[in-house]
C-alpha cells in the first residue's frame, strides 16, 4: 500500500485547511485510514482515525469539534478537514493505514505510512 499525503501549508490561527491522503495498491479498502502528526521535538501523536468500512472515527482529544474525518466510498481519499487552526497545530502530518479494527492510537499499530505535509499556524 502506497500513501500520498497533501493539503499542507501557512495559515493563520483560526483558518482552515484540508488535508487528503491517497491510497493505492492491493486491498486498500481494507485497511483503516489514521492521521499522525509530529512537531519539531516532540514525538509523533495520533490525530484521528477512519476505521476501514468507514464505520467509526476516533479523534484525539486536543482536535474533538474541529477536525472531521471524511471520505466518498471506500477506497477514495480521507480528508481531514481541520477547522479553527491553532498554532498548536502546527507540525508535519502524516496519513497511515492499519489492519486493526479497533482504535488504533499508537504509531505501531499501523503498516503503512505517507511521507507528511507540514502544517504551519502563526498567531
Do not use: H, I
Not at 1 to 6: E, G, N, R, T, W
Not at 31 to 49: C, D
Amino acid at each position: 500500500v502506497q500513501l500520498q499525503a497533501s493539503g499542507g501549508g501557512s495559515v493563520q490561527a483560526g483558518d482552515s485547511l484540508r488535508l487528503s491522503c491517497t491510497a493505492s495498491g492491493r486491498a486498500v479498502t481494507a485497511y483503516g485510514m489514521g492521521w499522525f502528526r509530529q512537531a519539531p521535538g516532540k514525538e509523533r501523536e495520533f490525530v484521528a482515525l477512519l476505521t476501514w468500512n468507514g464505520g467509526s472515527k476516533y479523534y484525539a482529544d486536543s482536535v474533538q469539534g474541529r477536525f472531521t474525518l471524511s471520505r466518498e466510498y471506500a477506497g477514495s481519499p480521507v480528508y481531514l478537514q481541520m477547522d479553527n487552526l491553532r498554532p498548536e497545530d502546527s507540525a508535519v502530518y502524516y496519513c497511515a493505514a492499519t489492519k486493526f479494527t479497533g482504535w488504533a492510537q499508537r504509531a505501531y499499530d499501523y503498516d503503512f505510512w505517507g511521507q507528511g505535509t507540514l502544517v504551519t499556524v502563526s498567531s
